[in-house]
């Protein structure tokens, strides 16, 4: 099946500081969405972005669906940013999301 | 976006009982949900999908006969950890798949979090 990393496995930032999180796919993919979990166990859909970009206030999101790889971009860091974030996949040809290794992040007052 | 909800969102139960849980989509019928669940620091593991009016696709490794799903209407799918064990601990999270115009969005209910003592 399908692979999924995500890098890196952690972070930890300042407040303020800007931030890329990459995710990379093994094999070709027809969705891919973006989550945050927050300490309590709940997702937040932060992107469905297949390809192309998208932004939405502070946050961005790039998948370029050739190269098999989308980044999520963070800008001015908040303490309220930390928690995990994923990446998940439908590839092609299924119609089940897979979801990535994740990466814990840590923002610092 | 749509909306998933999931009951309980915490439940303690003994070892060698049965618990249900249940996903429901409030604002938009379901013909498809997925069973997923996480153990501490770790992603998020697809257990099984749940189609409505039929029977469910397990996931390699997943016991069906402990993990009991039935999805008898458009709007509920449940889960029921049959005989649960400490091992059984863990986050569950259920989604529901919607339709769009460029291709499936899922969303997840809040999640029940399961203690097994």
């Known amino acids: 099946g399908i692979q999924v990393e995500q890098s890196p496995p952690d972070l930890i930032l300042q407040e303020g500081a800007n931030s890329t999180l990459r995710c990379n796919f093994s094999?070709?993919?027809?969705?891919l969405q973006w989550f945050h979990q927050n300490p309590w166990g709940q997702l937040i859909n932060l992107f469905y972005?297949?390809?192309g970009t998208k932004q939405n206030g502070r946050l961005s999101a790039t998948t370029v669906a050739t190269e098999r790889y989308s980044l999520l971009y963070i800008s001015s860091s908040q303490t309220t940013d930390s928690g995990v974030y994923f990446c998940?996949?439908?590839?092609?040809?299924?119609?089940?999301?897979?979801f990535g290794t994740g990466t814990r992040l840590k923002v610092l007052a | 976006g749509a909306v998933v909800s999931q009951h309980p969102s915490r439940v303690i139960c003994k070892s060698g009982t049965s618990v249900k849980i249940e996903c429901r989509s409030l604002?938009?019928?379901?013909?498809?949900m997925f069973w997923y669940r996480q153990f501490p620091k770790q992603s998020l593991m697809l257990m099984a999908t749940?189609?409505?009016?039929?029977?469910?696709?397990?996931e390699q490794g997943v016991e069906k006969d402990k993990f009991l799903i039935n999805h008898a209407s458009l709007t509920l799918s449940t889960l029921t950890v049959t005989s649960a064990h400490p091992e059984d601990s863990s986050f569950y999270i259920c989604?529901?798949?919607?339709?769009?115009?460029?291709?499936?969005?899922?969303?997840f209910g809040e999640g029940s979090w399961l203690t097994v003592v």
């Open positions: 094999d070709s993919v027809n969705n």
């Open positions: 989604s529901a798949s919607v339709p769009g115009s460029s291709g499936n969005t899922i969303y």
């Open positions: 998940a996949v439908v590839a092609s040809g299924t119609y089940k999301y897979i």
């Open positions: 972005i297949p390809s």
């Open positions: 604002d938009f019928q379901a013909t498809t």
């Open positions: 749940s189609n409505e009016g039929s029977k469910a696709t397990y």
